[in-house]
């Protein structure tokens, strides 16, 4: 009874720490005039982007307003860093347990830095719908926010360490599940066809269900052969294989393509140059341009991911170390050339399904004349179901571990 009351008490650690950064969002920052405040970023789209991560954070400037966000980004910048700072390299690869709690420290206090930063832009931003304004209140809010935010990113920690699935991946998942009664409110209070617009949904839904498991679980087998692998008959047994994935880098290549095409928008409504207006108003309104710069966008961002993900060259080293190679492929630079254009093709095919699925709401507002994803986004429905495949998939590995170790009991 023991094995069964862990995986409990991991489930339970989850969720009351999901509760807890849930409440956290709504207990507002003194000293600001919410209904002014709201009033004015209704329209705001990079706010009303950014909400779908905070689970509505930045609208109602609480203490844990920043999320998750700094910490993601800090850890993105990290692996920048290790691909550019060659000592950070050797760290993560050659020191092991110790390596990783080097790396980690890096990322934690980039976190703080970063939310430091976004904590000041924050204050700055908010000057104007406070009631008053000063150098200590500008400290309290710095303090404040950068503080909620390191208590997030040690929430989400403590649920990758002692919990059920990956922390920061969760915290996502639970402030996207928090909009979805808003956006479902706001269809009904919008739309006379409810049926139709239910039904259109729930088929939408199902089908970038459907694409995007599809998606996850897509992946090459690339076959390696070792001498200890020969079989009967001195025949090569290549059951032993590399598994590249279709999509690499997840959901989030489509996560930042999204992000960075909301700043035309935002240029457009902060900047009085009317060239500058002109052009991004064009950007924005001509289909063939937007469309052409997001896929870009999507591409350079999946490639991007592949490369901190994969690197080709410690692939290739560890097959020699461990006297394995591909079928007909030389080791060394004919290994790394063959596996980075298996890479390249795979990633392509990859950020290709994630443009057509980005696209799904303006094909189906062309087709039915109606917008059935507005304000929903398939961004949040491929991260949904994302981290839900995954943290299913730990969930079940967890259970068949226990079962295995009854087993041997």
């Known amino acids: ?18 509760f807890i950064s849930r409440i956290g969002i709504f207990i507002p920052i003194p000293g600001i005039n919410q209904g002014e405040f709201n009033e004015s970023i209704s329209q705001n789209t990079i706010i009303n982007f950014l909400n779908v991560f905070s689970g509505g954070g930045f609208s109602t400037i609480g203490i844990f307003s920043l999320g998750i966000i700094p910490y993601i980004n800090s850890s993105i910048i990290t692996q920048l860093l290790i691909k550019i700072i060659p000592s950070l390299e050797e760290i993560q690869k050659n020191e092991g347990e110790i390596g990783k709690q080097k790396i980690n420290k890096i990322t934690r206090y980039l976190t703080t830095l970063w939310a430091i930063i976004q904590s000041i832009s924050i204050g700055l931003w908010i000057k104007p719908y406070t009631f008053s304004w000063n150098i200590m209140f500008f400290t309290d809010l710095i303090i404040t926010l950068t503080t909620g935010s390191i208590i ?6 403590i649920i990758t360490e002692y919990g059920i699935g990956n922390g920061a991946s969760l915290l996502i998942f639970q402030n996207i599940v928090s909009n ?9 209070s919008n739309n006379d066809n409810n049926l139709i617009v239910i039904a259109l949904l729930f088929i939408s839904c199902i089908s970038i269900l459907i694409i995007n498991i599809i998606i996850q679980d897509s992946k090459r087998k690339i076959s390696i052969i070792a001498s200890k692998h020969l079989g009967e008959k001195n025949k090569l047994n290549t059951q032993n294989y590399i598994p590249l994935k279709l999509n690499q880098g997840g959901v989030m290549p489509i996560v930042f393509a999204s992000a960075s095409i909301t700043l035309p928008q935002y240029i457009v409504i902060n900047i009085n140059n009317s060239i500058l207006q002109a052009l991004f108003k064009n950007i924005i309104n001509n289909n063939i341009c937007y469309l052409t710069l997001y896929s870009m966008l999507i591409l350079a961002f999946s490639y991007f991911y592949s490369s901190i993900i994969l690197n080709t060259k410690d692939i290739s080293e560890n097959l020699q170390k461990m006297g394995a ?3 007909n492929i030389r080791p060394g630079e004919e290994t790394i050339q063959y596996l980075n254009k298996i890479i390249s093709k795979l990633t392509f095919i990859g950020a290709l399904f994630l443009f057509v699925i980005a696209q799904f709401p303006l094909l189906t507002s062309k087709i039915t004349q109606i917008n059935v994803l507005q304000g929903f986004g398939t961004t949040s429905l491929l991260i949904l179901v994302g981290v839900a495949i995954e943290t ?18």
Do not use: R
Request: glycine fraction near 2%; aromatic fraction near 10%; proline fraction near 6%.
């Open 1 to 18: 009874m023991e094995k069964p009351k862990k995986l409990v008490n991991k489930i339970t650690i989850t969720l009351i720490i999901l």
């Open 152 to 157: 997030i990113m040690w929430f989400s920690e």
């Open 180 to 188: 979805i009664p808003k956006n479902l409110q706001t269809y009904n």
């Open 325 to 327: 190679s591909i079928p």
């Open 392 to 409: 299913a998939k730990q969930i079940q590995t967890y259970i068949i571990s226990e079962q295995y170790d009854n087993i041997m009991g």
